[in-house]
């Protein structure tokens, strides 16, 4: 039974000792996490070689010869990722393999296809005709052009104006070293204005590239073309079924128009593809919002939020969940960090939701009233919906029926009810 030993680093209430979020504000808490499904005498190897260090938790996902496990690092008091090779390797302290492989900055591609394929010689593993493709493939085949398309990446998971304008000027500077690479262009099509033509010419390219279809079908998305968007996302998961992102743009779509069976299937994969990606389950949650799982989506997003580290868009949808489950009042804590970290759409939609938690229509109406805010939040369905929602949950049924209405009539996602 929890005890009260503890404080919100949030808002610095108490909170329980075995809790994974705080009851009051609803963020990620440091604490006991336990450990799941793990021999007994494993766990308590593990446990006490790392005792001093790490409280190892739950499994995050597995691979063929080592788990993923949420853990709290004590000496920081945060929660991290650690990998456990399986007790049946340990246990055995065989040599698989090791070489030693050599070759200047310009070889890394090359070095890089040796070393998978003596991976994959060595466990015996038979590559897929997409594996195969994507282990000889050079989409990016300059080394600094590839090294801007990482740095890119990473920035657009930011979800801030800045990183958006950094991550476009990185695209850019790939460009100008390689020339049109369909790969570049699809990620551009995420960060410019022209981003259709961008995945269309990805797509010109390299009609495989899934990628570029996922860029594609969000384009359409926020065109509220369901069906476009639908034929993308799923012939990206057809081309390359190992591909984390077009697994979890399928779950997200297909929740979203009412297909929950088939988006827990896709989103379950992109979880067991790349589990430290925190959205890679969205679907599943999103599915359990569409059907009135309350509770079962706000457990869900707890545990993206404690993966994401706090990330703004995983500050709103706990917010989001938490508000459906009856918590409005606790919903206003994360909805308040979503808010303030300059997000883009992701924090105005905060700042409505959270004016929302207090009944402040006017706060809600002032946010919309900027342009540039309400020409995204109108070509947004995501956007739209959530915004109708605030608008019911304070009474403003005309308001919210007008957003409801530019979201399009087959959003699965109800409506919470009224926090007065």
């Given at each position: 039974?929890?005890?009260?030993?503890?404080?919100?680093?949030?808002?610095?209430?108490?909170?329980?000792?075995?809790?994974?979020?705080?009851?009051?504000?609803?963020?990620?808490?440091?604490?006991?996490?336990?450990?799941?499904?793990?021999?007994?005498?494993?766990?308590?190897?593990?446990?006490?070689?790392?005792?001093?260090?790490?409280?190892?938790?739950?499994?995050?996902?597995?691979?063929?010869?080592?788990?993923?496990?949420?853990?709290?690092?004590?000496?920081?008091?945060?929660?991290?990722?650690?990998?456990?090779?399986?007790?049946?390797?340990?246990?055995?302290?065989?040599?698989?393999?090791?070489?030693?492989?050599?070759?200047?900055?310009?070889?890394?591609?090359?070095?890089?296809?040796?070393?998978?394929?003596?991976?994959?010689?060595?466990?015996?593993?038979?590559?897929?005709?997409?594996?195969?493709?994507?282990?000889?493939?050079?989409?990016?085949?300059?080394?600094?052009?590839?090294?801007?398309?990482?740095?890119?990446?990473?920035?657009?998971?930011?979800?801030?104006?800045?990183?958006?304008?950094?991550?476009?000027?990185?695209?850019?500077?790939?460009?100008?070293?390689?020339?049109?690479?369909?790969?570049?262009?699809?990620?551009?099509a995420e960060t410019l204005d022209r981003a259709d033509a961008l995945a269309t010419q990805a797509l010109d390219l390299d009609?495989?590239?899934?990628?570029?279809?996922?860029?594609?079908?969000?384009?359409?998305?926020?065109?509220?073309?369901?069906?476009?968007?639908?034929r993308h996302v799923l012939k990206a998961v057809d081309l390359?079924?190992?591909?984390?992102?077009?697994?979890?743009?399928?779950?997200?779509?297909?929740?979203?128009?009412?297909?929950?069976?088939?988006?827990?299937?896709?989103?379950?994969?992109?979880?067991?593809?790349?589990?430290?990606?925190?959205?890679?389950?969205?679907?599943?949650?999103?599915?359990?919002?569409?059907?009135?799982?309350?509770?079962?989506?706000?457990?869900?997003?707890?545990?993206?939020?404690?993966?994401?580290?706090?990330?703004?868009?995983?500050?709103?949808?706990?917010?989001?969940?938490?508000?459906?489950?009856?918590?409005?009042?606790?919903?206003?804590?994360?909805?308040?960090?979503?808010?303030?970290?300059?997000?883009?759409?992701?924090?105005?939609?905060?700042?409505?939701?959270?004016?929302?938690?207090?009944?402040?229509?006017?706060?809600?109406?002032?946010?919309?009233?900027?342009?540039?805010?309400?020409?995204?939040?109108?070509?947004?369905?995501?956007?739209?919906?959530?915004?109708?929602?605030?608008?019911?949950?304070?009474?403003?049924?005309?308001?919210?029926?007008?957003?409801?209405?530019?979201?399009?009539?087959?959003?699965?996602?109800?409506?919470?009810?009224?926090?007065?």
């Amino acid at each position: 039974m929890g005890t009260a030993s503890r404080t919100c680093n949030s808002c610095k209430r108490p909170v329980p000792h075995d809790a994974a979020f705080c009851p009051n504000c609803g963020a990620a808490t440091p604490g006991r996490v336990g450990i799941e499904d793990l021999p007994d005498e494993f766990e308590q190897r593990l446990t006490a070689a790392l005792a001093d260090r790490y409280t190892v938790g739950r499994e995050l996902g597995r691979s063929g010869m080592a788990t993923v496990h949420l853990a709290l690092d004590l000496k920081h008091d945060r929660h991290v990722a650690v990998k456990v090779m399986l007790p049946e390797l340990a246990a055995t302290d065989a040599h698989l393999w090791a070489e030693k492989y050599s070759g200047t900055l310009e070889d890394v591609f090359d070095l890089q296809e040796q070393l998978s394929r003596r991976i994959v010689e060595t466990l015996k593993v038979t590559l897929a005709p997409d594996e195969e493709r994507h282990l000889a493939g050079r989409d990016i085949p300059d080394v600094e052009a590839y090294a801007l398309y990482l740095r890119a990446r990473q920035e657009l998971q930011k979800l801030t104006q800045a990183s958006f304008g950094l991550a476009e000027r990185l695209v850019e500077r790939a460009l100008a070293r390689t020339g049109p690479k369909a790969l570049l262009l699809a990620t551009a099509a995420e960060t410019l204005d022209r981003a259709d033509a961008l995945a269309t010419q990805a797509l010109d390219l390299d009609p495989e590239l899934a990628e570029a279809h996922v860029a594609k079908g969000l384009v359409a998305w926020r065109r509220f073309d369901i069906a476009v968007t639908v034929r993308h996302v799923l012939k990206a998961v057809d081309l390359d079924p190992g591909n984390a992102m077009a697994a979890w743009a399928a779950g997200y779509v297909l929740a979203l128009v009412g297909r929950t069976g088939e988006a827990r299937e896709h989103s379950d994969r992109a979880y067991a593809l790349d589990p430290l990606w925190w959205p890679a389950p969205f679907g599943c949650c999103l599915a359990d919002l569409c059907e009135g799982n309350f509770d079962s989506a706000l457990t869900r997003m707890v545990g993206m939020h404690t993966v994401s580290g706090g990330h703004p868009a995983a500050d709103l949808w706990l917010g989001v969940c938490l508000v459906h489950a009856g918590r409005s009042a606790d919903a206003a804590a994360p909805l308040h960090r979503a808010a303030a970290a300059g997000a883009g759409t992701y924090s105005a939609s905060a700042t409505i939701l959270g004016a929302m938690v207090k009944g402040d229509r006017e706060a809600m109406r002032g946010v919309l009233a900027d342009p540039g805010t309400r020409e995204a939040v109108e070509t947004d369905k995501e956007f739209s919906w959530q915004v109708a929602a605030a608008f019911a949950g304070v009474g403003d049924g005309d308001e919210a029926l007008r957003w409801l209405s530019g979201a399009g009539p087959r959003l699965r996602l109800p409506l919470p009810s009224s926090p007065q």
